[in-house]
């Protein structure tokens, strides 16, 4: 299912069906701490909290009771299920373990961004889970498959089983679910440089395309890396020319945590002010990071996606798929019938805009990768596969 395709209320559907018949433990499973939090607040949307008691099992605070210890986890679980009532488990791929070490009985697992799974350190968990829940779902956007019995792959049948369904990224564009792509390659120039100059370089690269490329207003960066990222923070002045633009800065690591421009917040409130900056219209915002938004967290309202770092074919259309979300005001307007799915000339946004620096010894090749793989993405209607040779 791409991105923007309904994964996680695909997931809340089946849970409502599920809990009806009578109490159930259910599992969801995410590849970072700040996605299971937005997928708990996607179920409970939908889940009164007089049907299930949540847990949380993976490191860092939240408002629900909170684990990893495995025998907590049972005691949490096995209490809840002695009284005829049903938990939902939500947790990372890294804590999985832990949820299996628990020895609890499973009724329904979801995984989320599941091309996750198959890594080395995961894939135990995730295979004891498969072969023994009752009911096993793996959704993602980017299915990565193996050629080589060394490695795992979800192409491995007794774990994955078969593909039940297979949405094409086309008809979600035509029936207003999803924006297509537009790619803007941007001609820097010169080379981009290494090292300590590196920061400087992109910094006025991007100062430069803030200023000059259109649709601006909410823009992802997807960073190089965490250390020039930092570098052009502290050491450039790219966070005080950006505030005098009117915009606000969001930025998160997974060492250093979540910040608002100068100011550490917690997780929790950077998930709150995405979310709201999204929301608001007049809100001009930047979100940098480096490979934490690129899967499943969604970041309402974005115009732009600036590619700043080389990527493979998953983590190009995780990123691309951050900003092809229909701007809130369509989606009121489909809803209230003023709007037809699909008339993108109508739409207040008609496209995700993601922008390319183009060195001149960088960027050649990200830009024939991500023409690729949204050729075979958005035009053809099939997954972006990434496929393990050796």
Same mark, same amino acid.
């Given at each position: 299912?791409?991105?923007?395709?309904?994964?996680?209320?695909?997931?809340?559907?089946?849970?409502?069906?599920?809990l009806?018949?009578?109490?159930?433990?259910?599992?969801?499973?995410?590849?970072?701490?700040?996605?299971?939090?937005?997928?708990?607040?996607?179920?409970?949307?939908?889940?009164?909290s007089?049907?299930v008691? #949540? /847990?949380?099992?993976?490191t860092?605070?939240?408002?629900?009771?909170?684990?990893?210890?495995?025998?907590?986890?049972?005691?949490?679980?096995?209490?809840?299920?002695?009284a005829?009532?049903?938990?939902?488990?939500?947790?990372?791929?890294?804590?999985l373990?832990?949820? #299996?070490?628990?020895n609890?009985?499973?009724?329904?697992?979801?995984?989320?961004e599941?091309h996750?799974?198959?890594?080395k350190?995961? *894939?135990?968990?995730?295979?004891?889970?498969?072969?023994?829940s009752?009911?096993?779902?793996?959704?993602?956007?980017?299915p990565?498959?193996?050629?080589?019995?060394s490695k795992p792959?979800?192409?491995?049948?007794?774990?994955?089983?078969r593909?039940?369904?297979n949405?094409?990224?086309p008809?979600?564009?035509?029936d207003?679910?999803?924006?297509?792509?537009?790619?803007?390659?941007?001609?820097?120039?010169?080379?981009?440089?290494?090292?300590?100059?590196?920061?400087?370089?992109?910094?006025?690269?991007?100062?430069?395309?803030?200023?000059?490329?259109?649709?601006?207003?909410?823009?992802?960066?997807a960073?190089?890396?965490?250390?020039?990222?930092?570098?052009?923070?502290?050491?450039?002045? *790219?966070?005080t020319?950006?505030?005098?633009?009117?915009?606000?800065?969001?930025?998160i690591t997974?060492?250093h945590g979540?910040?608002?421009n100068?100011?550490?917040?917690t997780?929790?409130?950077?998930f709150?002010l995405?979310?709201?900056?999204g929301?608001d219209p007049d809100?001009?915002?930047?979100?940098?990071?480096?490979?934490?938004l690129?899967?499943?967290?969604?970041?309402?309202?974005?115009?732009?996606?600036?590619?700043?770092?080389?990527?493979?074919?998953?983590?190009? /259309?995780?990123?691309?798929?951050?900003?092809?979300?229909?701007?809130?005001?369509d989606?009121k307007r489909?809803?209230?019938?003023?709007?037809?799915?699909?008339?993108?000339?109508?739409?207040?946004?008609?496209?995700?805009l993601?922008?390319v620096?183009?060195?001149?010894?960088?960027g050649?090749?990200?830009?024939?990768?991500l023409?690729?793989?949204?050729d075979?993405?958005?035009?053809?209607?099939?997954?972006?596969?990434?496929?393990i040779?050796?």
């Amino acid at each position: 299912m791409p991105t923007g395709a309904g994964k996680s209320f695909t997931m809340v559907a089946d849970a409502l069906e599920q809990l009806k018949s009578g109490p159930k433990t259910i599992v969801v499973v995410a590849p970072r701490i700040l996605l299971a939090k937005q997928l708990r607040e996607d179920f409970m949307k939908f889940l009164p909290s007089t049907w299930v008691h #949540v /847990c949380h099992v993976h490191t860092g605070e939240t408002v629900y009771f909170n684990t990893t210890k495995p025998e907590k986890i049972a005691l949490f679980n096995n209490t809840a299920r002695a009284a005829s009532e049903s938990c939902i488990i939500f947790t990372t791929y890294n804590s999985l373990h832990k949820v #299996v070490d628990s020895n609890i009985h499973v009724d329904t697992v979801y995984f989320d961004e599941s091309h996750n799974s198959i890594k080395k350190n995961f *894939f135990g968990a995730t295979r004891n889970l498969s072969l023994n829940s009752n009911r096993c779902y793996f959704f993602t956007a980017t299915p990565k498959y193996s050629h080589t019995s060394s490695k795992p792959g979800m192409n491995d049948t007794e774990v994955y089983n078969r593909i039940i369904y297979n949405v094409p990224a086309p008809r979600l564009i035509n029936d207003g679910s999803i924006l297509p792509p537009k790619i803007n390659t941007i001609r820097v120039g010169s080379d981009r440089l290494k090292g300590e100059e590196a920061a400087e370089r992109d910094c006025m690269t991007l100062l430069d395309t803030i200023y000059n490329e259109d649709h601006m207003e909410k823009v992802l960066i997807a960073a190089p890396n965490t250390k020039v990222m930092l570098r052009m923070l502290a050491e450039t002045d *790219f966070m005080t020319e950006v505030q005098s633009m009117g915009y606000d800065l969001l930025w998160i690591t997974s060492k250093h945590g979540a910040f608002l421009n100068d100011r550490k917040i917690t997780r929790e409130e950077f998930f709150s002010l995405i979310q709201e900056f999204g929301a608001d219209p007049d809100k001009k915002f930047i979100v940098m990071h480096y490979s934490i938004l690129s899967e499943g967290i969604s970041v309402p309202g974005l115009t732009s996606l600036i590619l700043m770092r080389q990527m493979n074919v998953i983590e190009m /259309c995780q990123s691309v798929g951050r900003v092809i979300r229909l701007h809130l005001d369509d989606i009121k307007r489909i809803q209230n019938g003023t709007l037809t799915p699909g008339k993108l000339e109508d739409y207040t946004k008609s496209f995700g805009l993601v922008h390319v620096p183009v060195y001149d010894n960088v960027g050649i090749s990200t830009i024939k990768r991500l023409q690729d793989v949204v050729d075979t993405v958005f035009v053809k209607g099939q997954p972006a596969i990434s496929t393990i040779k050796r």
